[in-house]
C-alpha cells in the first residue's frame, strides 16, 4: 500500500495549528488543518509564514508552555529550567525530580525527554524551507534575509543538541521523506563536537551576513538579526572553549563576543533590574519571545505565587541560591561580614536578590510575605497548604505584579522571554577575555578588560554593587562565575554553565536546602536550615544526556548511545 508523506509543518493559519501526518491515498479526502505543499511551495505568504512560525515548535510533553508553544527553551513552563539545578526546585515534581535525583535514563529523561526529537524536526523543516526558499519566486534581498533567518534557526537547533548531548548528528540540507532509504548509516552518524561547533559557528557567520541590524515594524525584537546571530555565535563559542568541550579556544570565545559589543546597538538596560524582564524589546535585549493576548502561555503569577495570594509556589528557589547573593559591601552574607545581622539575614543584599526572590517579610502585591510558622499565610499554615513552598522562598523575577495572580485567564503572561541580553554578552566576554589574557589586559580588537566588562553589570543604576577586587586569574574566574549565577538567575544558564566548567559533580551533588522561620513570641524571627528535596545525585554520565530509547531503536540500534547508559 502506498502511502503519501506530508512535510512536517508547524504554522498558524487562519487559527489552525498544521500538523505532519501520514495520509492513506485511497482516501480521498484534503484534511483541513495542515497546508498542501504545493501551497507552500507557490505562496510567498504562506512560506513566509512557516519560516517565522518555525521558530517554535509542536508540544510534545504535557504541561510544555500552556496556552502556545514552546519555543528555544523551556522558559515560563510550569517547570523551569532552573529546577533542574541548584537555583530552585519545582513544588510539585512535574517530573524535574528524577533529574535532580540523577534518575536520568533513556527510557525516562522526565522534563528533559523532548530535546532530542523536536529539534530534529526543527532542522528538517529548516532544510524544506531552504529547500522551497531556492524556487520560491521573492525579491533577491529579501530571499536573502529569510535564508539568514532559517539558518539561525537550525543553527539554535543545533546549539541545542550540542549542548545536551555533545556529540550530534549533521544533517546538511538534505530534506529526508519516508520514501528515501532511512536505514542509511549516515542518518545516524554522531560527528565529534569540535566538528558540530564549528560547523554551527559557519552557519551562524552565514546567517550574520545576510540578516539586518534591526527588524521591521513586524515582528520587532522576536525575529533574529544579525546580532541574534552574532550572540549565539557568542554562546557557543564559549561552551566550545569551556573544559567539558574542549572544542574551542578562549581567545575565539573573546572575539565572538566582541562582535557583538563592536555592534554599538546594545547596552545595559538602566531602568531597573526587575523591570527589565517586564517589557518587550528593552535596550538591553538582543533577541527575545515576544507574546500578545492572541498567544498567551503559562501565567506566571499564579504558577509561581504564594499560596497566600492563592498561587501554587511553582519554581522555589534554594537556600543555596539565596547564600550566593552577596550583601552591597561585596562581600559574603556571613557573620564575618559587618552588614550581616543573622536577625534579618535578607537585610544589605546585592539589589538584585530582591528582585528576583520572595522571603519573609518581602513587599509583595498588597501586604509582606509570610512563609513563617506558626500562622504564616504563604506557610503550610496558610491557605492551599499543598502550594506552599518547600524551600521558604517563592520566586519573583519574570512575575508581573500589574497581572492578576487570581483567575488571571487570558489576562496575564505577557512578558517576554529573553533568549539573550547584552549583560550575558559581557559575562561571555569577560570569562573568556580572563581565560586568555588575564583580568586586566584588554585583547586586541576589543575595547575593554575582563575586569571593566563584569564591573559595567555591577556599576549599572538598579544594581551599583562594588567594583570587582580580584587580583588574579583564578580569582577573576570565580568572581565571573559567581556573577553569572547572580546576573543570569534562572534565565537557563546555570544547568549548562556547571556542565561546562566541570563542577556540576560538586554543585548539583550538594543538598537542596530551604529554610525553616519560627516566629517567637516576642515577634522575633528564629531560622533552621532543612534538606526541601532529598536525594540530589549526579554522576559523571550526567554531563551529557542519554539519547531517548525510541531513537536508538528507531535507528535500528546505529545511533551511538551517550556513554554509560
Not at 482516501?27 to 519560516?51: C, I, Q
Not at 529539534?119 to 524556487?135: G, P, W
Not at 540578516?211 to 550572540?231: I, Y
Not at 563576543?257 to 546597538?265: E, G, S, Y
Request: charge should be neutral.
Amino acid at each position: 500500500m502506498k502511502y503519501n508523506y506530508s512535510i512536517p509543518v508547524f504554522i498558524l493559519l487562519c487559527g489552525v495549528l498544521a500538523l505532519s501526518s501520514c495520509k492513506k491515498d485511497f482516501l480521498d479526502v484534503k484534511a483541513t488543518d495542515r497546508v498542501p505543499e504545493e501551497m507552500l511551495e507557490s505562496d510567498t505568504a504562506v512560506f513566509e509564514a512557516f519560516v517565522t512560525n518555525s521558530y517554535i515548535g509542536i508540544r510534545i510533553q504535557d504541561k510544555e508552555a500552556d496556552g502556545t508553544n514552546p519555543g528555544f527553551g523551556r522558559g515560563f513552563e510550569y517547570s523551569m529550567w532552573s529546577s533542574l539545578t541548584d537555583e530552585s526546585i519545582y513544588n510539585n515534581d512535574d517530573a524535574t525530580w528524577l533529574i535532580q535525583r540523577g534518575q536520568l535514563a533513556p527510557e525516562n529523561l522526565g522534563a528533559l525527554g523532548v530535546l532530542w526529537s523536536r529539534s530534529y524536526r526543527s532542522i528538517r523543516e529548516c532544510n524544506y524551507a531552504l529547500s522551497v526558499l531556492a524556487k520560491i519566486e521573492m525579491s533577491a534581498a529579501h530571499k536573502r534575509m529569510i535564508e539568514g533567518e532559517i539558518k539561525f534557526i537550525r543553527a539554535f537547533r543545533y546549539q541545542d543538541l550540542i549542548r545536551n548531548y555533545g556529540k550530534v548528528v549533521l544533517m546538511g540540507d538534505l530534506v529526508f521523506n519516508l520514501k528515501d532509504n532511512l536505514q542509511d548509516p549516515a542518518l545516524f552518524k554522531r560527528v565529534p563536537i569540535k566538528e558540530g561547533i564549528d560547523y554551527v559557528i559557519a552557519q551562524l557567520d552565514d546567517a550574520a551576513s545576510k540578516l539586518p541590524l534591526d527588524n521591521s515594524n513586524t515582528w520587532v525584537g522576536g525575529r533574529a538579526t544579525k546580532g541574534a546571530a552574532l550572540a549565539l555565535k557568542s554562546r557557543l563559542s564559549l561552551y566550545a572553549a569551556s573544559p567539558l568541550y574542549a572544542a574551542g579556544t578562549w581567545e575565539a570565545a573573546a572575539a565572538a563576543a566582541q562582535q557583538v559589543i563592536a555592534l554599538n546597538k546594545y547596552s545595559l538596560y538602566q531602568g531597573g533590574y526587575g523591570n527589565m524582564f517586564l517589557i518587550n524589546q528593552s535596550t538591553e535585549s538582543i533577541f527575545e519571545r515576544i507574546y500578545t493576548k492572541n498567544a498567551n502561555h503559562v501565567h506566571l503569577e499564579i504558577a509561581n505565587g504564594p499560596n497566600g495570594y492563592g498561587g501554587w509556589a511553582g519554581n522555589t528557589p534554594t537556600q543555596t541560591m539565596v547564600e550566593a547573593y552577596d550583601l552591597t559591601n561585596g562581600l559574603p552574607a556571613n557573620t564575618s561580614n559587618p552588614l550581616y545581622d543573622p536577625a534579618k539575614p535578607y537585610e544589605n543584599r546585592d539589589p538584585r536578590f530582591k528582585a528576583t526572590i520572595l522571603y519573609n517579610g518581602a513587599a509583595y502585591r498588597e501586604r509582606n510575605v509570610e512563609t513563617f510558622i506558626p500562622g504564616g499565610k504563604d506557610s503550610k499554615d496558610g491557605n492551599d497548604n499543598w502550594n506552599t513552598t518547600k524551600t521558604g522562598y517563592y520566586l519573583k523575577k519574570f512575575m508581573n505584579d500589574a497581572y492578576p495572580l487570581q483567575n488571571p485567564w487570558g489576562n496575564a503572561g505577557f512578558q517576554p522571554w529573553i533568549y539573550f541580553r547584552y549583560a550575558e554578552i559581557l559575562l561571555n566576554f569577560a570569562e573568556a577575555a580572563n581565560e586568555a589574557y588575564g583580568p586586566d589586559a584588554v585583547p586586541a580588537g576589543a575595547t575593554m578588560s575582563a575586569r571593566q566588562a563584569i564591573n559595567l553589570i555591577r556599576s549599572r543604576a538598579s544594581v551599583n554593587m562594588p567594583a570587582v577586587v580580584a587580583t588574579g586569574q583564578v580569582d577573576m574566574r570565580a568572581a565571573i562565575r559567581h556573577e553569572r549565577q547572580i546576573e543570569l538567575a534562572f534565565e537557563e544558564h546555570r544547568f549548562y554553565d556547571v556542565r561546562r566548567w566541570k563542577i556540576a559533580e560538586v554543585t548539583e551533588n550538594l543538598p537542596c536546602r530551604g529554610i525553616i522561620i519560627t516566629k517567637n513570641n516576642d515577634g522575633s524571627f528564629s531560622f533552621a536550615s532543612k534538606v526541601a528535596l532529598d536525594g540530589r545525585k549526579f554522576e559523571t554520565k550526567h554531563y551529557w544526556l542519554p539519547i531517548p530509547r525510541t531513537e536508538i531503536l528507531a535507528s535500528g540500534n546505529k545511533l551511538e548511545q551517550n556513554p554509560f547508559y
